[in-house]
């Protein structure tokens, strides 16, 4: 089969998106059952069915359009990594204090108490933090 000729050329960041709404649609006929998020990000998922919905969908993008989208995946910038710590502000009878809430291991949330600023969350943690904007405002 010859590919389709495309109006526009794609960017990675569109193939990989239109391969992962594919197998979004794919899955619906070969996941019965298996729901997954709006967000769901196929190409990295390790549930078979998501794998299986996303070979499908590359398959796809490669008869018809002559495009690998494993190709633009390797293409796409490392996404930013999730934040370690949390800092949340909790009121207590002496004054401010700040909780961190450790997330560094997936699954298991500690937190701790650690002080009435943010300098002794940075000393504590050796990180720098800053305080979103509502929490300045009511400071």
């Known amino acids: 089969?010859?590919?389709?000729?495309?109006?526009?050329?794609?960017?990675?960041?569109?193939?990989?998106?239109?391969?992962?709404?594919?197998?979004?649609?794919?899955?619906?006929?070969?996941?019965?059952?298996?729901?997954?998020?709006d967000d769901h990000k196929f190409y990295d998922s390790e549930d078979p069915r998501s794998?299986?919905?996303?070979?499908?969908?590359?398959?796809?993008?490669?008869?018809?359009?002559?495009?690998?989208?494993?190709?633009?995946?390797?293409?796409?910038?490392?996404?930013?990594?999730?934040?370690?710590?949390?800092v949340v502000p909790y009121q207590r009878d002496q004054g401010d204090t700040y909780v961190v809430i450790d997330t560094l291991r997936k699954g298991t949330v500690i937190a701790r108490s650690i002080g009435n600023s943010p300098e002794a969350i940075n000393d504590l943690l050796g990180i720098a933090v800053t305080m979103n904007a509502a929490e300045e405002e009511g400071a």
């Open 1 to 37: 089969m010859m590919p389709l000729a495309l109006a526009h050329p794609r960017s990675d960041e569109e193939i990989v998106g239109q391969t992962n709404d594919l197998a979004r649609i794919a899955l619906r006929y070969i996941g019965t059952g298996y729901e997954v998020p």
């Open 51 to 86: 794998h299986k919905a996303w070979e499908f969908a590359c398959e796809v993008q490669e008869e018809l359009f002559a495009t690998d989208p494993n190709d633009a995946l390797a293409n796409l910038p490392e996404p930013e990594p999730e934040p370690r710590y949390a």
